[in-house]
């Protein structure tokens, strides 16, 4: 019998040519998530029964000649912070416990629309603050390449369930690096698009001036696939870009040959694990090889980038969040006396310690005397970092670094130092203050066998260029996929 599909591209041919049924394709995906999930906890929450009445449905209408997208009957995992309507969504935290929105997120009725079939919500870091899935309210995930390790964060069950073959694509969203540092972890390819280019309607809120809904997949095709699906203009997006336009075939198949892509050698100099150096200083030869000029460019140090993402990112979450107070929805504390006791006990009980860390740092930073000290002058460099960003883009096509400054981390090895942990997101939190494409791919694997990352970041609607390039790059050194039935859990290592 023939392997099943890897790729979106391969499934959507073999269920135009009757080689693959969805039901059959999707009855597959939902016994190996039975069978291999305990062990990874990429879900939240899986959708057996809804899954299956979609795949009968749309094999009805391939049956008769209809073709209802070009994600026809591909199953996908979504990030559990993006609504999908009276299915659970808790965004990994016990404030939201037992909600169930009444409405479907933009992207997700577009990914319908093409043919996708939605079978879970994938966990993730509680409301979207962490790098490592380890602060999900209920469980963190695994990364499939090994199981005593993280597969990042904070969308790391949309990545773990890719990596983890349960589906061929996924949504997470990236307010500093959260599809782009897990697709690096897990070896795949993620998209950060342009702030404004997929509608946020329907995304539980973090830090909204950052947050950014972007595909996940195998391949830079399969994921121009899926960002073609989900962009585009929605008038329930008050920051939605009207000119979004999606990425044409051309661009995917461009070569790189006249293409210059810039490196911030400053960035590199230290803090870089010894394999990522390597395996960047290799992507670098390759993209040479293949016809790229490589050159230095000069960029803002980018723990100035960290430090201003952190402030405006937990200030905008102290603002969002105050809305989880017990009386509208989620967690409500029944044995409170009065409104200050419920809020203080709601939320007490609701949020995790590193939501509650970050606010009280937000709320500490925009309250009077320090919102001069730290939030105005995160805005200012925030502008900096932008105009260097411009600077760089007026002599290069895209900017080249790693993804992540180490491969995977150990389950538990930074849960008890959040600096540490921070500064996972060294490399991926300019593309969210400038608000520009940032796209992470594969480019090998550590000495004890990790994926190992590298992003490139382009300018205004350079999707198409950033995935063509990335395409270019990984044609012909695909990654093996892991063998997680054989692989070892060591004990200790999770809050499971």
């Not at 009968?56 to 995992?77: H, M, N």
């Not at 690096?184 to 329907?202: I, M, T």
């Not at 070569?255 to 911030?264: A, D, E, K, Q, Y």
């Not at 016809?291 to 980018?302: F, H, K, R, S, T």
């Amino acid at each position: 019998m023939a392997a099943p599909p890897t790729t979106i591209e391969d499934f959507t041919s073999a269920i135009r040519s009757r080689g693959l049924e969805i039901p059959q394709a999707i009855d597959s995906s939902l016994r190996r998530i039975s069978k291999q999930d305990k062990r990874i906890r990429a879900f939240l929450h899986v959708m057996p029964e809804y899954a299956q009445a979609r795949a009968e449905e749309l094999q009805k209408r391939v049956d008769v000649g209809e073709w209802p997208g070009p994600l026809t009957g591909v199953p996908v995992a979504i990030k559990d912070n993006i609504l999908c309507r009276d299915v659970p969504a808790t965004a990994g935290s016990r404030i939201l416990e037992g909600f169930r929105p009444i409405y479907t997120a933009t992207a997700v009725s577009r990914l319908l629309d093409a043919g996708a079939i939605p079978i879970g919500k994938a966990n993730m870091d509680e409301f979207g603050m962490g790098s490592s899935n380890e602060f999900s309210a209920f469980y963190p995930a695994r990364n499939p390449y090994d199981l005593n390790c993280v597969p990042g964060g904070s969308s790391g069950g949309s990545a773990a369930a890719l990596a983890g073959g349960f589906v061929l694509g996924a949504l997470g969203s990236d307010t500093g690096g959260s599809v782009r540092q897990p697709a690096a972890f897990c070896g795949l390819v993620a998209l950060k698009p342009q702030y404004g280019s997929v509608s946020r309607y329907g995304l539980i809120a973090f830090g909204s001036s950052l947050d950014q809904i972007g595909p996940m997949a195998r391949t830079a095709r399969d994921c121009a696939v899926l960002y073609n699906a989900v962009c585009g203009h929605d008038p329930r997006d008050s920051n939605s870009l009207p000119n979004t336009a999606p990425i044409r075939v051309e661009q995917i198949d461009a070569g790189v040959r006249n293409t210059r892509l810039g490196i911030p050698s400053v960035w590199l100099r230290d803090g870089l694990d010894p394999d990522v150096r390597s395996s960047f200083k290799e992507c670098c030869e390759r993209f040479r090889s293949i016809g790229a000029e490589i050159v230095d460019v000069e960029l803002p140090n980018p723990q100035l980038s960290v430090s201003a993402y952190y402030i405006l990112a937990n200030a905008e979450a102290s603002s969002n969040l105050a809305r989880y107070d017990g009386v509208r929805y989620g967690l409500r504390d029944s044995e409170s006396i009065d409104i200050r006791a419920l809020y203080r006990n709601t939320r007490g009980r609701g949020f995790g310690p590193e939501v509650k860390r970050r606010i009280l740092l937000g709320t500490h930073v925009l309250s009077a005397g320090y919102y001069e000290a730290y939030y105005q002058k995160a805005l200012m460099v925030r502008r900096q970092v932008r105009q260097a960003f411009d600077d760089v883009f007026a002599s290069v096509d895209a900017i080249l670094m790693p993804t992540t400054p180490t491969p995977a981390f150990r389950l538990g090895e930074k849960l008890d130092d959040p600096l540490s942990m921070y500064l996972c997101d060294l490399f991926t939190t300019a593309a969210n203050l400038t608000g520009y494409p940032a796209a992470s791919f594969p480019i090998g694997l550590s000495g004890n066998g990790l994926p190992v990352g590298a992003q490139l970041c382009g300018p205004a609607y350079s999707e198409g260029t950033l995935l063509g390039l990335v395409h270019r790059f990984t044609q012909g050194v695909p990654l093996p996929l892991p063998d997680i039935a054989n692989a070892p859990v060591e004990e200790g290592k999770s809050r499971d």
